[in-house]
């Protein structure tokens, strides 16, 4: 007797379970894909093409710039006279946590960027979005000069690819519940 009563107590369970999920089935949009339903991928794309990214000093920032200007726009380039326009302000550095006592020498390194950006709506020449991007990226140290400098440009590379993927889920996310 108990066991049937478990077994059938487990089936209304799990018929609980999937009626719940077909309800809230249709509650969910693609952000990012096409969508027949509510067509909100291509409007999407169509948005981030409208933000010009605003040209920025050094060679990280011409880094992030590039990312994000692929993010944003698949690889078509920086749409000028956009109606958006994002400016950045960056903060690069670098933080040694750990050192060999014996050596006195680094043995890890991290790679510290920070971002603050805002988007401004040209036509009526307001800002629209403010926020903040980071990214940590940690590396081995080694005593060789040449491959530990290297070694700090590809986790910089790394950091601005991430910082730009931040930035452009955030401008999905405006754009997607602006009204």
């Known amino acids: 007797m108990w066991l049937r009563n478990s077994t059938i107590s487990k089936a209304w369970r799990g018929a609980a379970v999937l009626l719940l999920a077909a309800s809230l089935g249709g509650c969910f ?7 027949t339903l509510f067509g909100a991928g291509a409007k999407l794309r169509d948005d981030l093409r ?6 920025i000093d050094g060679r990280l920032g011409q880094e992030i710039r590039n990312d994000l200007i692929f993010e944003l726009t698949g690889g078509k380039g920086n749409p000028v006279g956009a109606p958006y326009q994002l400016a950045m302000t960056i903060t690069s550095a670098s933080q040694t946590p750990l050192v ?18 805002r988007v401004l709506e040209v036509g009526t020449n307001r800002i629209v979005l403010t926020e903040k991007a980071l990214a940590r990226i940690s590396i081995d140290r080694t005593q060789q000069r040449f491959a530990g400098m290297r070694a700090v ?3 910089q590379n790394r950091a601005a690819k991430l910082v730009a993927e931040q930035i452009r889920s955030r ?9």
């Open 50 to 55: 409208q933000v010009e990214i605003l040209e």
């Open 29 to 35: 949009q693609p952000m990012y894909g096409q969508s």
């Open 100 to 117: 060999d006592v014996a050596s006195g020498r680094a043995t890890s390194e991290t790679v510290v960027l920070d971002v603050t950006y």
């Open 171 to 179: 401008l999905a996310s405006y754009f997607l519940t602006r009204t």
């Open 153 to 155: 440009r590809d986790a």
